[in-house]
């Protein structure tokens, strides 16, 4: 018990630098008191001593204001930052190293028995907010952005980010980042300001504009093989080149997208305080 209890303790110094000492972790990391109390309800619950565990969890609740269910399961060196709002379901799993930040929820979508609450690999980062609702696995490493909202299963090492929660690929995927590379391009050629078609943008109109730059470059390169095609013939045909996009218009819808990412950034930056 007194090894887990230092383990808990070490991972708050290597996660928190606001961290001074011993005693100030002990006495004032709500996160923490809510782990030990939930570690009695869980020894409770699975005892079958099932109303003292959840009166066991409802005083850490008052105390903390982090509600875990006596039935959920966690891992070692969990940590939980903050804490206030932070809410845990009966059958959630938590696996080693895990960090949750405040006002996260791992809930259900369904008033099933069984197991309706996600499941968290170790290393799992949930941002302050997100909410991360129904019986699927969350894998190894992944990190679910601030007040995102997932429904659905995040590979290991990739990060989910908006409203429904958008699955990033992992840096490691050069087929996006080809793609990612190709449509800079067409927009540069366009004379566009590709603001908002990265993968990681969870914005239709986003996606709209990624799509119709995958289908203009597609289109593009059919073209150039066809003025290629024609010069071998013989032709003299020469390609014109394209005009340039630009204008009043255009300088004011970039301003007006510039302020509100830099707004979003923003409140994203001071969801994490």
């Given at each position: 018990m007194f090894k887990r209890m230092k383990e808990d303790i070490a991972s708050v110094f290597h996660r928190d630098p606001a961290a001074r000492s011993t005693v100030e972790v002990l006495f004032c990391y709500p996160g923490l008191h809510a782990i030990w109390l939930h570690r009695l309800a869980h020894a409770l619950w699975v005892r079958n001593a099932r109303l003292v565990?959840?009166?066991v969890s409802n005083f850490a609740r008052w105390a903390t204001g982090i509600e875990i269910h006596p039935g959920a399961k966690l891992g070692r060196r969990f940590f939980i930052d903050h804490g206030m709002g932070v809410v845990i379901g009966e059958t959630a799993e938590i696996g080693n190293d895990v960090t949750l930040y405040q006002g996260v929820t791992l809930g259900g979508t369904s008033w099933d028995k069984g197991k309706r609450h996600p499941t968290l690999e170790d290393g799992v980062v949930v941002g302050a907010g997100a909410k991360v609702l129904g019986p699927f696995t969350v894998g190894a490493g992944a990190k679910i952005g601030s007040n995102a909202v997932v429904t659905k299963a995040v590979p290991a090492g990739a990060t989910a980010v908006g409203i429904p929660g958008r699955v990033i690929l992992k840096e490691s995927d050069k087929r996006a980042d080809e793609q990612c590379a190709k449509r800079q391009a067409m927009a540069?050629?366009?004379?566009?300001d590709a603001y908002g078609v990265t993968r990681d943008t969870p914005d239709p109109v986003a996606r709209a504009i990624g799509q119709m730059l995958d289908h203009m470059q597609a289109v593009d390169s059919r073209l150039e093989g066809m003025?290629?095609?024609?010069?071998?013939?013989?032709?003299?045909?020469?390609?014109k080149e394209l005009p340039v996009l630009g204008g009043e218009d255009f300088d004011l819808?970039?301003?007006?997208?510039?302020?509100v990412e830099a707004k979003s950034d923003d409140a994203s930056d001071a969801g994490r305080l």
């Open positions: 565990a959840r009166m540069e050629k366009l004379g566009f003025c290629h095609a024609l010069g071998e013939l013989g032709s003299d045909y020469c390609a819808l970039k301003a007006e997208v510039d302020s």
